[in-house]
């Protein structure tokens, strides 16, 4: 009656319906709910609910139960739709299910509640594109968590969700199918929580985040419990049901000796609309092998599957229709798999059409399917009975069964013991036994050697072996003549001369599979090229892709080369050989190219306390063709400080420091070549440092890079004014949290009207009684961390007022407050002010000479120039002979101490001539 009101209303227009003891609109609904075993819908049901939507259900059940319920037709496809589930009244902590567009996995969902009372709420934005089913029906009661299924209803269900701090449950899905079929359940997801139990006929119990094989029914009817014991966590587990044909015995355990034949009739007439399904599951350690007797299958559209594994999605081994004559039936390729489980389906359309088909399947103890998956793998046959039954095995060069692949077959072999007369080897350059022959190891021979098929399978067929014989190989891909396809994530390609005596162009595809952010690396050595031969490495996958980089006869090896952009490329590589005649002698290498995959060198994250941005393979050079970037995400409320440890770049390549606060970003500096930049200080929430060292192709120069450090700071800045007054935060509070503050002082370099230079005039006013290795001031001559340490010499107890001079126009001051356990002491509150200082005087190399610089025997100016037109003193002669001996020797000894000691106390004295703070603190690097 609902849904018939909810239709009227829709049509009508009407824009308040009553319904039961509530009410809804278009936009606007509300429903108390107390019956128990009730159903309900969203509005306009099984039509889509509207836009602007707000809906409220309150269910309400007896006192002392909880409630079950089930959403079976579960549709929030709407963009910014919500709808959401609160045990018991409405508020954040409360809710236990918050479901959208994007967290809807299945088309069934249950939720349990811990009182007797839940509230849903539906609400739908005003978007109408994407409109989606938007929909919902959903049933709740008081039983036990679960619900039952019939094949008329959803096809996936599994998640369940619950207040935390739940007593675990077990949650129950009966599936019945209808018609006397048989019902078919796979699980899509691992399970993240407990266990789940499948009762069909016994019960199987499956856990963890494995594969879970697929099931079909042994009745109608199949059950599966989902036993959660994780209070803290809802489960998730993706499953999926449909009803299929009842054609016989669906699941097959064989025995290592049996067969089994696979049909849905003995004859006649194919019944329309058939899906049968059948498992055959061999000894573990077997593989099966199949071949069709019968395969008269008429209509096109009817099919045979058969897959290799557990579950029904997994690799197709083959799909077979058509009416065959006994002979060609018998030139199908044998069936061969992989492993001990193959799932077989037979499905036919609408049509009812003539015909059959009969498969056999045999477990086999050794012989097997080989796919190429990239690394070599290991087959063998160790005979330890008496005798074992003829084995097949099949190679191929590709990951699927259905694709062939382009490359060779390559087996090798590293045991090989053929003492029995009769035990054979043969091997045939095809996918059976009916292909042309390659080779064949006869008995008595105990050297095997390597095979190559023609083309991208191979097939091998071992027989007569009894105990005591064994072949122990490897099976590879290898890439034709001068050309291959590599998907791996990492791996070597290589190109000799003799391989170039028919081909003037040879071409490689590396295009290996890859995550998020993976950047393709590769690298050339053993570089060997004729004059005019070209190594030419496009971004795609042809030669009218764009080219990258050009590798010519004058290399001996190239950098690291990476794909364009942040992707795993895929990258064309050609070799191009030019009609000079070759200087090379046959099996000489023309080159060896090493890839893999990267993890890339476009990061984004927040930013610690402090850290590192360095180039790619940093210290070591940098690679070619490189686009990269790393964004931190800053503090609210702090400054970023740069320092350029280390900064080596070719002059073509650049890296640039940009503050993406805002919007258009602003370019703090743009750097090259091979100087240290300044040091950096600014305020933002975003920080990108990006790095290009993309070039011309043929212009393949790198250098080392760079390492940048970076600190966050809770003040400072920079400087710029000709005289200024700056504080530590809060001042003059003293500071109570751990601070880091950096201010750089840079003044006008030269005054504009005695043409002389300026410096800075420091002052500094601080209790010094406290400092120590948790609170100190650092100040550098110089704008830069890297610049010379001015030593502050200790003084205890009083509040000091300290002043400075620079030797050039800038300061680097740094404060430092660390809040420790062992720390009680609050930070020091610093007060700083400078001004320009005007100098009067100039040493010849342009430095600004202090005043008690001149004529104290020190050179402080550095080009002597302090110590230039001083006045000479001189000593009045004394007629006393007596002491000449004396003298004579106290000079010698003078003498020599103060060649030893001179050069310290220069050091020493110049350090002091500094006008310098009284501060607790010692040089700090």
Known sequence: MGRLLASLCAIAGVLLCVQGEGFYAQDECSYDLTVNDTSFTSPLYPAPYGTEVNCTWNITVDEGSTINLVFYDFHIDGDGDLLLVYDGSVSEENVI???????????????????????????????????????????????????????????????????????????????????????????????????????????????????????????????????????????????????????????????????VTISPIQGGTLTKMLDCRWMIEGPESTALIGHFDTLTIQDSNDYVRVVDGPKLSSNLIGEYT??????????????????????????????????????????????????????????????????????????????????????QIQLTFNKCNLATVNATVTFYDGDSDLSPLLTQFVGSHSNCFPVYSNGPSMFVVVDGFEKGDYIVGLFNAVETGCHGTYLDPSGTFSLSNDRLKDSNLCSWTVKPSSGDGNVLAMSFSQLQMNTGDQIVVYDGVTDEDTKIATLNSSLHSSPTIFSSGHSAGPVFVQYKKSVTPTTLTAGDPVFLAMYELHGGCQRTGDAGASGQVTSPQFPNQYPFNAVCWQKLNVGSGKLIYLLFDSFNLYDKHKVQVVNNTNTPSTVIGSYSGDVLPNDIIFDGTKVEVNFSSVATDTDLMVSQGYKISYTLLDGGGNLTESAANFTTPGFPAPLVNSTVCIWIITVVPTNPTSKKPNIVNLNISIDVSKTGDDNYIEVRDGPSQRSPLIDLTKVQGGVTQKSLLSRENSLWVKYVYRKTDGNADAGIPAN???????????????????????????????????????????????????????????TFIITILLIIAAPRLKRWYQTRKYSTMDSDVTERI
């Not at 489980?341 to 399947?361: A, H």
């Not at 200082?837 to 004529?855: A, E």
């Not at 007629?879 to 000449?884: D, K």
Request: net charge negative.
């Open 97 to 259: 299910g918050n479901f959208s567009k994007d967290s809807i996995t299945t088309e069934s969902i249950i939720v349990l509640s811990s009182s007797n009372t839940t509230i849903v709420k539906l609400t739908s934005s005003n978007l109408t594109s994407d409109y989606g089913k938007r929909r919902f029906e959903a049933f709740y009661n008081t039983d036990d968590c679960g619900w039952t299924f019939t094949d008329t209803m959803t096809k996936t269900f599994g998640s369940v969700y619950y207040p935390t701090g739940s007593q675990p449950v077990n949650c129950k899905w009966n599936l019945e199918a209808r018609y006397g079929d048989k019902m078919f359940l796979t699980v899509n997801s691992p399970l993240n929580n407990g266990y789940f139990l499948i009762n069909n006929g016994d019960t199987a119990n499956y856990t963890g985040d494995g594969v879970f094989p697929d099931i079909i029914s042994t009745s109608t009817d199949l059950s599966v419990t989902l036993v959660f014991t994780n209070k803290d966590s809802s489960p998730s587990l993706q499953a999926s049901f449909l009803t299929v044909s009842d054609c016989g015995p669906s699941s097959i355990k064989l025995n290592v000796t049996e067969e």
């Open 322 to 407: 058509g009416d065959f004559s006994p002979e060609q039936t018998k030139a199908i390729p044998p069936i061969l798999s992989t492993q001990n489980v193959v799932w077989v389906q037979f499905k036919t359309d609408e049509v009812n059409s003539d015909g059959n088909f009969q498969l056999k399947l045999n477990p086999q103890e050794k012989g097997q399917q080989f796919l190429h998956v990239g690394a070599n793998q290991t087959f063998q046959v160790n005979v330890t009975t008496e005798t074992l039954p003829t084995q097949f095995y099949r190679f191929s060069s590709s990951a699927s069964y259905t694709q062939p692949g382009g490359d």
């Open 832 to 890: 700083f002010s400078y001004v320009t200082y005007k100098c009067t005087d100039v040493c010849k190399n342009g430095i600004c000479m202090h005043s008690d610089w001149v004529c104290d025997g020190i050179d402080q100016c550095g080009d002597s120039s302090d110590e230039q037109n001083c006045p000479t003193k001189t000593c009045p002669k004394k007629s006393l002979a007596g002491p000449i001996i004396l003298t004579v020797v106290l």
